[in-house]
């Protein structure tokens, strides 16, 4: 299948704008990792009109996929975790363009995980944990139990995915047999909510209280992204905190539940500033000096 792409990945290399060709082939048991296709082709791309485009090809029996990729939107995926085949395309797909060595320093990038990356991504994860473990519990409390179950089985996926960050690893597609090495209790906790005999709303109750305490262990070094940030200024709006790139990237639209969680432990205290109007308050937020 290669011979007959080649032409297609040799004009694009010999674009300026082109940064690396990955070629990532079909392996029988692994199967969803190129969608069924028999090869994927992948090109990454300094800019482009859009950040994805994606073309599919036959030749005889075989399909083969072309997946052009701006370099921002690699760099948003590898961050948000958005779009899991990408670990698996750049750790195993084999290299047939590499212009100044660019994949080869991603590649490495990805395998030591500097410090401020993972801080980055443990706050993306630790976000959306909050909001998971908040929904399920609301749902919990209003015996919708089975709405509750499926936000709680996300909640331990994020979890999950934060002790595997902490370690010092990406999460992959197989993130459960990570943390079966890395953090026993986690898979402990996971496996007891799916094999339980017990009645689905004492499963629930007694996750909820475990989950708590594995939460609070880890909430002060998955915020330490959000606090360097807004120990920048004295006190924020609301509005300045969506305003501000970086925190709208990482955190989007799970910001406000984050904030509200992380007052209600005490990480962050509000500051009300009077306005024209008698007892009401611009509501501010800023770090708070907890120790």
Do not use: C
């Not at 969803?32 to 009109?49: N, P, Q, R």
């Not at 976000?127 to 709680?152: C, P």
């Not at 370690?167 to 597609?173: A, K, R, S």
């Amino acid at each position: 299948m290669e011979d007959i792409l080649r032409p297609i990945y040799q004009e694009r290399a010999s674009q300026a704008n082109t940064l690396g060709v990955l070629m990532i082939e079909k392996r029988q048991k692994e199967m969803t990792v190129t969608d069924t296709f028999d090869s994927v082709m992948l090109i990454i791309v300094k800019e482009a009109d859009k950040p994805v485009f994606i073309k599919h090809y036959t030749y005889t029996d075989k399909k083969a996929a072309l997946h052009i990729i701006t370099e921002t939107q690699l760099k948003k995926w590898i961050l948000l975790g958005t779009n899991k085949k990408i670990f698996e395309w750049l750790y195993n797909g084999r290299v047939i363009f590499d212009r100044n060595e660019y994949v080869s320093q991603l590649k490495s990038e990805l395998k030591d995980f500097p410090v401020i990356q993972r801080k980055r991504k443990m706050g993306v994860e630790f976000a959306k944990l909050i909001r998971r473990y908040m929904d399920g519990k609301a749902f919990f409390e209003n015996k919708h139990y089975l709405d509750a179950y499926n936000d709680v089985v996300h909640s331990l996926h994020h979890l999950a995915r934060l002790a595997v960050i902490e370690n010092g690893f990406h999460p992959e597609v197989t993130v459960w047999s990570q943390v079966k090495q890395i953090e026993p209790e986690i898979y402990k906790l996971y496996v007891e909510l799916i094999n339980s005999e017990e009645p689905l709303e004492k499963r629930l109750e007694l996750l909820f209280l475990a989950s708590e305490f594995l939460i609070h262990s880890k909430t002060k070094m998955s915020i330490q992204h959000i606090s360097d940030i807004l120990a920048e200024q004295d006190y924020w709006s609301f509005n300045d905190l969506i305003e501000n790139e970086e925190l709208f990237l990482v955190y989007s639209v799970d910001l406000g539940r984050l904030i509200e969680y992380l007052i209600e432990k005490h990480f962050i205290e509000v500051v009300e500033v009077e306005t024209k109007s008698p007892k009401v308050y611009h509501r501010y937020y800023k770090v708070s000096k907890k120790d």
